[in-house]
T-cell receptor, first 115, second 115 residues
Framework: AQKVTQAQTEISVVEKEDVTLDCVYETRDTTYYLFWYKQPPSGELVFLIRRNSFDEQNEISGRYSWNFQKSTSSFNFTITASQVVDSAVYFCALSEAGRDDKIIFGKGTRLHILP | EAQVTQNPRYLITVTGKKLTVTCSQNMNHEYMSWYRQDPGLGLRQIYYSMNVEVTDKGDVPEGYKVSRKEKRNFPLILESPSPNQTSLYFC??????????????FGPGTRLTVT
């Protein structure tokens, strides 16, 4: 069955520290997609990244980077030199190719960046 | 501007009083869905639609109805709201299936309180 686990419910770090948000997923499909979304205090969902299961290259976008490891079924998200504006709830999500119904979300990690 | 709109953004109502939350997208997307977000539970899918007149249940459909008479609109109907339906609701749309390369676009959310 599909499942996404974000074991860290809440994290607090001081500004400029690096922080990694963990995401572990379960799926029986060989073709699937992984996502990260950001939900700032204003409440909207902001798409950050999509990765398909055949592309294990790590991705870097500015201060954000993602580490996809199929061997451990993980898709971790690292923020380098964190800023107060990074404070938000972050969701990891999974969808399976051929499943036409939904994206499965993790329960989210609330990140506090302290000034 | 490509977007998903929801109305109202905030609603406080009483138990049993029928209400409708509208969702509209201007991207000619075929796929639309509704999610609810509750603390500690992440986002859970309520209903989805793959095209006009085609709808199906998600994980938590009880107490909700939907309709898809036009491609752009996907209203969520609560015939007899109850306090356990107090939640943050998101509408989403995408060009294709959830389990595909297509990104889901989320609306801004509707915060519903049922007293």
């Amino acid at each position: 069955a599909q499942k996404v686990t974000q074991a860290q419910t809440e994290i607090s770090v001081v500004e400029k520290e690096d922080v990694t948000l963990d995401c572990v997923y379960e799926t029986r499909d060989t073709t699937y997609y992984l996502f990260w979304y950001k939900q700032p205090p204003s409440g909207e969902l902001v798409f950050l990244i999509r990765r398909n299961s055949f592309d294990e290259q790590n991705e870097i976008s500015g201060r954000y980077s993602w580490n996809f490891q199929k061997s451990t079924s993980s898709f971790n998200f690292t923020i380098t030199a964190s800023q107060v504006v990074d404070s938000a709830v972050y969701f990891c999500a999974l969808s399976e190719a051929g499943r036409d119904d939904k994206i499965i979300f993790g329960k989210g990690t609330r990140l506090h960046i302290l000034p | 501007e490509a977007q998903v709109t929801q109305n109202p953004r905030y609603l406080i109502t009483v138990t049993g009083k029928k209400l409708t939350v509208t969702c509209s997208q201007n991207m000619n997307h075929e796929y639309m869905s509704w999610y609810r977000q509750d603390p500690g539970l992440g986002l859970r899918q309520i209903y989805y639609s793959m095209n006009v007149e085609v709808t199906d249940k998600g994980d938590v459909p009880e107490g909700y109805k939907v309709s898809r008479k036009e491609k752009r609109n996907f209203p969520l109907i609560l015939e007899s709201p109850s306090p356990n339906q107090t939640s943050l609701y998101f509408c989403a749309s995408s060009l294709g299936l959830a389990g595909s390369i297509y990104e889901q676009y989320f609306g801004p959310g509707t915060r519903l309180t049922v007293t």
